[in-house]
């Protein structure tokens, strides 16, 4: 089929809203394909099954697409693709809807995504996205809250943006709470976020107290020497959202829930 030029036919077919159906059914079909992957990846398919995730259209054409595309993703080279058609930002109201299908594949999807550098990069820029998946955290069911969980670890491992952004959301319970009800593999991932946050914790405390060097001028020779050390006795000022982190931070120095699991 691939070499007969199927995918130039299902590209014509598009200009057709009645055979939208159709279209998508063969492309969730060739999309599990390693072969088909490439093409369809670098094809008009990719914009169009994305808008097909923000329309009004039937049900089974939208999860059609969205399998497709949880195909796709599974092939590297398809990631800058995919951003470009802004899957993140059509992805984000689905992670909160009312049906699991949606949210747990729609969360797959941003699992294969997340580990493109790019595909980081869009989604700490999605603020809604995190706040949807924080919202996972504390509402989802078991597998759901292992996928946000995964996703939180690896987005605030690479940006510490990000890390203040979840902990304003105050998600230290529901971490906690994962940490010991959750399943195997989000319970590890819900301590290891746990730890991160406590090591941003030190690191600040650190900072604040670290000792002040001045620096003195020799009016004789007109050289400039450093002072002995001086440890300011008060803490410096810290921005807002070093305050806001701050604040999170308290509830998880002081949970005994989670001292269990302090190292």
């Known amino acids: 089929m691939l ?6 036919l299902l590209e014509e077919m598009l200009c057709n809203p009645h055979s939208h159906g159709s279209v998508t059914a063969i492309y969730l079909n060739l999309s599990c394909l390693e072969e ?7 094809s008009l398919a990719v914009p169009f099954m994305v808008n097909l995730l923000w329309t009004e259209t039937e049900v089974q054409c939208k999860v059609d697409a969205l399998h497709s595309l949880f195909h796709l993703s599974t092939y590297p080279p398809n ?12 992805l984000q ?3 909160i809807s009312d049906e699991q299908r949606w949210t ?32 996972i955290l504390d509402t989802g069911e078991p597998n759901e809250q292992e996928q946000a969980v995964s996703l ?26 994962i940490s010991v009800n959750g399943t195997q593999r989000g319970r590890e991932r819900a301590q290891k976020l746990l730890t991160l946050f406590r090591e941003l ?3 600040d405390q650190t900072h604040l107290t670290e000792p002040q060097h001045t620096e003195v001028t020799s009016p004789e020779d007109g050289f400039s020497v450093a002072s002995a050390a001086v440890t300011e006795t008060k803490p410096q000022c810290k921005s807002a959202s070093r305050k806001k982190m701050g604040r999170a931070f308290s509830f998880l120095w002081k949970s ?8």
Do not use: W
């Not at 088909?36 to 670098?42: C, F, N, T």
């Open 3 to 8: 070499a007969s030029g199927i995918i130039p």
């Open 36 to 42: 088909a992957k490439p093409l369809i990846g670098s």
């Open 201 to 203: 914790r030190q690191r």
């Open 79 to 90: 990631i800058p693709c995919l951003l470009s058609a802004d899957l993140v930002n059509a």
């Open 152 to 177: 939180l670890l690896i987005l605030c491992n690479h940006s510490e943006i990000c890390s203040e952004m979840v902990l304003q959301e105050g998600v230290i319970p529901s971490l906690v709470s």
């Open 93 to 95: 109201s689905l992670t």
């Open 256 to 263: 005994k829930s989670f001292s269990v699991y302090q190292c």
């Open 104 to 135: 747990e594949k729609s969360l797959a999807v941003l699992l294969n995504l997340v580990l493109n550098e790019a595909g980081k990069d869009e989604m700490v820029s999605a603020p809604s996205l995190v706040s949807n998946l924080c919202t």
